[in-house]
């Protein structure tokens, strides 16, 4: 009978041990669920630029600072040009301050890719090769390539003439592109001017570059001894670029380009600088 009940006792206290950890487990399972349940939730908050944006009250924008009409310096030493207005726009519409950050073209997306910018507006052109790392806006201007020479070259009459000859051009643009799969030696630089001071001073034959800025060069220097001897077919469109997975700020940015155009802000902004939309 003793024997007996010594061996209930130990069954009795075998299952009410069992039982104790089994609610352990239920209390350890519930806290790791809602722990992972908060950790999701703070990664989803911490992946959404335009809250974090909006929270630090600015938005940190990369762009060259040495492209005009684009991207420049005035007379009293200000940043300015096209996609400079266009970016402070967009970010007063988003109720923040737009924080310019400078930096050569080929380290502009760069920046991005180490968050030191939050977006470049630099006309960037919106490819299918950038497009898979990055994120992009709609397109707020649309314009061409054109080949740039000095105007005593009589070689360089087309795109084809490029074979053999040094190009002056930004290493990582789609324009380096067209002169390399046009037999080009890529002469590299870091903006626009530099390019021009390349042909000026006979270390280069040619240059690839955007019309819109030949044009502007021209208008500002007219007696400049360049002119342009061919186009490339397809006009480039560019948009503000951004850090992959962020649809909220995209969404955004695009949200006030639209409106900007219905309400006559870009248009007033691209006659300022180019007597016409530039956005088709």
Same mark, same amino acid.
């Given at each position: 009978?003793?024997?007996?009940?010594?061996?209930?006792?130990?069954?009795?206290?075998m299952?009410?041990m069992?039982?104790?950890?089994?609610n352990?487990n239920?209390?350890?399972?519930?806290?790791?669920?809602n722990?992972?349940?908060?950790?999701?939730?703070n990664?989803?908050?911490?992946?959404?630029?335009?809250?974090?944006?909006k929270s630090?009250?600015?938005?940190?924008?990369?762009?060259?600072?040495?492209?005009p009409?684009?991207?420049?310096?005035?007379?009293?030493g200000?940043?300015?040009? &096209?996609?400079?207005?266009?970016a402070?726009?967009?970010?007063?519409? #988003?109720? *923040?301050? =737009?924080?310019? $950050?400078? @930096?050569?073209?080929?380290?502009?997306?760069?920046?991005?890719?180490?968050?030191?910018?939050?977006?470049?507006?630099?006309?960037?052109?919106?490819?299918?090769d950038?497009?898979?790392?990055?994120?992009?806006?709609?397109?707020?201007?649309?314009?061409?390539?054109?080949?740039?020479?000095?105007e005593?070259?009589?070689d360089i009459k087309?795109?084809?003439d490029?074979?053999g000859?040094?190009?002056?051009?930004?290493?990582?643009?789609n324009?380096?592109?067209?002169?390399?799969?046009?037999?080009?030696?890529?002469v590299?630089?870091?903006?626009?001017?530099?390019?021009?001071?390349?042909?000026?001073?006979?270390?280069?034959?040619?240059?690839?570059n955007?019309?819109?800025? &030949?044009?502007?060069?021209?208008?500002?220097k007219?007696?400049?001894? #360049?002119? *342009?001897? =061919?186009?490339? $077919?397809? @006009?480039?469109?560019?948009?503000?670029?951004f850090?992959?997975?962020?649809?909220?700020?995209?969404?955004?940015?695009?949200?006030a380009?639209?409106?900007?155009?219905?309400?006559?802000?870009?248009?007033?902004?691209?006659?300022?600088?180019f007597?016409?939309?530039?956005?088709?």
């Amino acid at each position: 009978m003793k024997k007996a009940t010594m061996l209930g006792l130990v069954a009795i206290l075998m299952t009410l041990m069992l039982a104790a950890c089994g609610n352990n487990n239920g209390s350890s399972n519930t806290a790791a669920t809602n722990n992972a349940g908060t950790s999701e939730e703070n990664t989803a908050a911490a992946s959404n630029s335009l809250e974090k944006i909006k929270s630090a009250g600015k938005i940190v924008i990369g762009t060259e600072g040495t492209y005009p009409p684009f991207t420049y310096h005035d007379a009293s030493g200000e940043l300015t040009g &096209f996609d400079v207005e266009i970016a402070r726009e967009v970010a007063k519409r #988003l109720g *923040v301050e =737009a924080q310019f $950050e400078e @930096a050569p073209w080929d380290s502009l997306l760069a920046g991005i890719d180490a968050g030191r910018f939050d977006s470049v507006f630099n006309e960037v052109s919106i490819r299918d090769d950038r497009k898979e790392k990055y994120d992009f806006s709609d397109p707020y201007i649309s314009s061409g390539a054109v080949l740039i020479v000095r105007e005593d070259n009589t070689d360089i009459k087309s795109l084809a003439d490029l074979k053999g000859k040094k190009a002056a051009q930004s290493l990582t643009s789609n324009l380096a592109d067209i002169a390399r799969e046009n037999g080009a030696e890529i002469v590299a630089i870091e903006g626009f001017q530099q390019a021009i001071d390349l042909l000026n001073s006979n270390r280069a034959d040619a240059t690839i570059n955007d019309n819109l800025s &030949f044009l502007d060069l021209k208008k500002q220097k007219p007696d400049l001894a #360049l002119k *342009v001897v =061919a186009e490339a $077919e397809d @006009a480039s469109q560019s948009g503000g670029v951004f850090a992959k997975n962020q649809p909220e700020l995209v969404e955004a940015v695009n949200k006030a380009l639209a409106d900007m155009h219905s309400d006559g802000t870009y248009a007033t902004i691209s006659e300022k600088y180019f007597g016409k939309d530039v956005s088709k």
